[in-house]
């Protein structure tokens, strides 16, 4: 599902997110590994204040493994813990806990001093549309989504999914709007498929998508239209990979609405490789 968001929708969720963040010990923001500036909320520090947070890469089964790299480096030297995983297969999440404990540790620490019983770890997931929060509460619940009932003082029910004997996660995620405020990030969004096509313009999208990788991965492209030497020119180049890929109309011209389909299909089912959109220097 796509959210189209308005000042009000904004407003609502930030609203919502805050109600959750008084129930937790500690919260996950789950950004895309391939985005992990463009998909992230542009208010979140705010949004989450002092709250202990993991930022979770997600989707890094698809992300330029260097560029990850570069990123946990990134969100490390910045005093941020940030990790690595894949949702659908499960990788990295045995860290999420672990990390979270040490995080957490003086906190624990203080209420096993003060003769407290031990309790699990409260968490929750946040997050913009479609990063994957579904799909990670239901790896981290084994999808034998265990409600363990409701929290009582406040005025909505919120339900507990457990997550093993030391954590429990809210059964709804936080869902937090991405940045709006350049074009390119809206690009980046829609490439990934965070925008519904519906409301995009497709070919801007692959003019951006073709002028990027020219950019930063030219043999990737090369390799995968067989094309020798890239022109400089990104109409030439979308024409040259329509005649390639045999996107043409009857009258034998160039189907541009075909071409824009191959390449923005090739980039978000990682024919055209491994990608990242963001890079950390941008945001030095
Ligand atoms: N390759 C890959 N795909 C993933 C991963 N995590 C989630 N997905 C896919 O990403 C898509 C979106 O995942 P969801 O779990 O529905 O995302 P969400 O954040 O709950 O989405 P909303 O309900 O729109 O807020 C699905 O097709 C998932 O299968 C991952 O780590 N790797």
Redesign the pocket.
């Known amino acids: 599902?796509?959210i189209q968001w308005f000042p009000g929708h904004m407003a609502k969720a930030r609203r919502e997110v805050t109600e959750k963040l008084k129930l937790i010990d500690i919260v996950f923001e789950l950004v895309d590994a391939r985005l992990p500036l463009s998909s992230r909320n542009p208010m979140i520090d705010e949004i989450i204040g002092q709250k202990p947070r993991i930022i979770l890469l997600?989707?890094?089964?698809?992300a330029d493994h260097e560029r990850t790299e570069q990123w946990l480096a990134f969100f490390r030297e910045r005093g941020m813990t940030a990790l690595a995983?894949?949702?659908?297969a499960g990788n990295g999440l045995q860290m999420i806990l672990k990390t979270a404990k040490h995080l957490l540790k003086e906190k624990l620490d203080r209420m096993k001093a003060r003769g407290m019983k031990p309790r699990a770890i409260r968490a929750l997931i946040v997050?913009i549309?479609?990063?994957?929060?579904?799909?990670?509460i239901n790896r981290l619940a084994k999808r034998n989504i265990a409600k363990t009932g409701n929290t009582p003082g406040v005025t909505k029910a919120q339900q507990w999914i457990k997550v093993g004997k030391e954590m429990e996660l809210l059964d709804t995620?936080g869902?937090l709007w991405p940045k709006f405020e350049d074009e390119a990030v809206g690009y980046k969004l829609a490439l990934t498929g965070a925008i519904k096509d519906t409301i995009i313009n497709l070919q801007e999208v692959a003019i951006y998508a073709l002028k990027f990788l020219q950019a930063h991965y030219p043999e990737r492209l090369k390799e995968r239209y067989g094309i020798d030497q890239l022109p400089d020119d990104i109409v030439e180049l979308l024409d040259d990979i329509g005649a390639k890929r045999g996107c043409l109309t009857s009258g034998g011209q160039i189907n541009y609405d075909k071409a824009t389909e191959v390449i923005i299909r090739d980039v978000r089912t990682e024919r055209l490789g491994k990608l990242t959109f963001d890079f950390p220097e941008e945001e030095e």
């Open positions: 599902m796509t997600n989707k890094a089964d698809m995983i894949n949702s659908q997050g549309p479609n990063v994957g929060k579904s799909t990670l995620p869902i």
